[in-house]
């Protein structure tokens, strides 16, 4: 069943409709077709309410609960190409069920809820809109926790981790927009063979003025002399394996420089999380559990799952058919624990600890294979929890250099950001003088990162072009910031008085019903990435917002209109910029007053 809005001529066949004639902007229509029910969009029916109308409507013709139809039903996307709207809400799954004696009560209804404005409910909902709808109603309050970022210690925050960090983020936020207990874990690889080759290369070709001056440089160039030196030399490989044993073994004087490299490392890391406008609840580590991985060995022992091999390594068989190549190794032939290990402990203990609900784990799809091992292993221990990981994992970036060569440093890349946009800025005619020239160009550039990042599926890889990624005018971080740094200088000029007062008559023009359609969409689009955790969809509707108010803008001028018509435009647009800053905070963007 679908219910058509306004069209000027030939309506475009929607999500579960039939094409036919639009419906004049006078009103509402006259008969009903046998697609549908009319509706006015330009009073702005609010999306949840009329959803919620048609689901009670239809659940009496079919005797089944409304809450069983409401998520069944949608409005067509606004194209930002379109001048004029084509407002639709389809129920796929009734359309050939639905008996023509519901319509009559349907028409009513539509009547009646066309005299709500949906610009009242973003304002009356405020940071809370569209996460009040029906879409979201009964949701059960969860204890979620995500893993994200999770960088090597006694590393250089490496740009790979970008994607972890800004991912892992958008996610916490979405989850705690829903209303969910949110705790942001950042388990960092501060264990394993690296600090072995880390340890001995420190002792070989270590500076301690260096390593206090300039901490991760230095340590990152002790890194890379020391992989060279061990795969010519035997003895510094073994001198690595000898460390690692040590640090295990609790050694004091490995311990003590392993225990330097990483206050050094997450004192440099906090610094940069800071410019992201990223947070953690709990700062974690491999190291942590560099004990506990001894209990998850004895459990697996004793519930038979532990296997010895001839070069004295421990497997769990996952094949249960003594397939080798389907076997998870846990520890080393010296006894030394691995990645699995310590993830299966840190799984064990987080559960003790928060008894989640959902624990989502955002890192590469690398490492996909891992982590279906970690959880099957699980399952065998007869961690019934287990069904509650999920692994997110994405996709690599290719081309994300700086003009400084091949250097691919976290910090680099926002620097360049900066200095990228500071240029832009110096050379646009709409730039003013600002204050804090700096910290805007950060932020903006840092948009400029995430929407480039969040455009397409996360699981894909992408090729990042540093021209392409700073465009004002295109489907772009930037055009965002300029879009609510534009609004919201029209809202400094101009006062907006009373919502009460709104004539929604001043607002029947094909460029505001526009606007006020896409808006009622926001539920929807919330909804759909709070079910496959993908930000795509977010970001392609703050997009088309923006294009249709870069439209608008245009043409609903306001000095020298009538008050009434002026007071409608400025509460139009101010809903746009409240709706607009939302959906960027989601994403794990500041937005910017001024650019």
Not at 364 to 369: A, C, L, P, T, V
Not at 370 to 386: D, P, S
Request: a positive charge; hydrophobic letters at 35%; charged letters at 25%.
């Amino acid at each position: 069943m679908a219910f058509r809005g306004i069209g000027g001529g030939p309506s475009r066949k929607g999500r579960g409709g039939t094409s036919g004639g639009g419906v004049g902007r006078g009103g509402l229509a006259g008969p009903v077709s046998r697609s549908g029910v009319a509706i006015h969009p330009s009073c702005g029916a609010m999306a949840c309410a009329f959803r919620r109308s048609i689901a009670s409507q239809l659940s009496r013709v079919l005797d089944l609960p409304p809450e069983n139809l409401i998520k069944s039903i949608s409005a067509v996307p606004i194209s930002k190409k379109e001048e004029v709207a084509d407002f639709q809400l389809s129920v796929h799954s009734v359309l050939e069920s639905s008996s023509d004696h519901s319509k009559p009560d349907i028409q009513a209804q539509a009547r009646k809820l066309a005299e709500k404005t949906v610009l009242q409910q973003v304002f009356e909902d405020g940071g809370k809109y569209g996460l009040k709808s029906e879409l979201f109603s009964g949701l059960p309050q969860k204890k979620v926790l995500v893993e994200f970022s999770s960088p090597n210690v006694a590393k250089k925050f490496h740009v790979g981790h970008l994607r972890s960090t800004i991912i892992g983020n958008f996610i916490a936020n979405l989850k705690e927009a829903l209303g969910h207990q949110v705790t942001r874990i950042n388990y960092f690889g501060d264990w394993g063979m690296q600090f072995g080759l880390l340890g001995t290369g420190f002792q070989l070709f270590g500076y301690e003025e260096k390593l206090q001056s300039n901490p991760l440089q230095h340590l990152f160039e002790v890194y890379v002399q020391v992989n060279k030196e061990a795969a010519d030399d035997e003895n510094v490989e073994k001198s690595a394996r000898e460390f690692f044993h040590r640090l295990e073994a609790g050694d004091k004087q490995a311990l003590s420089l392993w225990q330097k490299f990483r206050d050094l490392s997450i004192k440099e890391y906090v610094q940069i999380y800071k410019r992201l406008g990223v947070h953690f609840d709990e700062y974690s580590g491999e190291s942590f559990y560099r004990e506990k991985y001894r209990e998850v060995l004895r459990l697996l022992d004793k519930k038979g799952l532990l296997q010895r091999t001839k070069k004295g390594t421990a497997i769990v068989d996952l094949s249960g058919k003594g397939d080798p190549s389907l076997s998870c190794t846990v520890m080393r032939s010296d006894g030394t624990s691995l990645y699995a290990t310590r993830d299966l402990a840190a799984a064990i203990d987080r559960m003790n600890k928060y008894n989640f609900d959902s624990m989502i784990y955002v890192t590469d799809k690398g490492q996909q294979n891992h982590f279906h091992q970690v959880f099957q292993i699980l399952r065998l221990m007869g961690y019934e929890w287990a069904e509650r990981c999920q692994h997110v994992p994405f996709g690599v970036v290719q081309g994300m250099k700086t003009r400084r060569g091949e250097v691919t440093f976290l910090e680099d890349v926002i620097n360049e950001t900066r200095s990228r946009m500071l240029e832009n800025m110096a050379f646009s005619k709409t730039t003013k003088d600002l204050e804090n020239p700096h910290e805007i160009a950060e932020r903006v550039g840092l948009a400029a990162l995430i929407i480039q990042d969040f455009k397409g599926y996360l699981l894909s890889d992408y090729k990042f072009n540093w021209d392409r990624v700073f465009q004002s005018r295109g489907d772009t971080g930037v055009f965002l910031q300029y879009t609510h740094a534009r609004l919201s200088s029209l809202e400094e000029t101009f006062e907006c008085g009373h919502l009460g007062n709104i004539n929604a008559a001043c607002l029947q023009d094909p460029q505001s019903v526009s606007i006020l359609q896409h808006l009622l969409r926001y539920d929807e689009v919330l909804y759909k990435s709070s079910q496959d955790l993908q930000p795509r969809h977010i970001v392609s509707y703050l997009l088309t917002l923006s294009h249709l108010t870069a439209v608008a803008h245009k043409t609903l001028y306001i000095k020298g209109r009538l008050p009434e018509v002026a007071e409608a435009r400025l509460h139009l647009f101010r809903a746009v910029r409240s709706v607009l800053a939302n959906g960027m905070k989601l994403l794990g963007i500041t937005p910017v007053s001024r650019m």
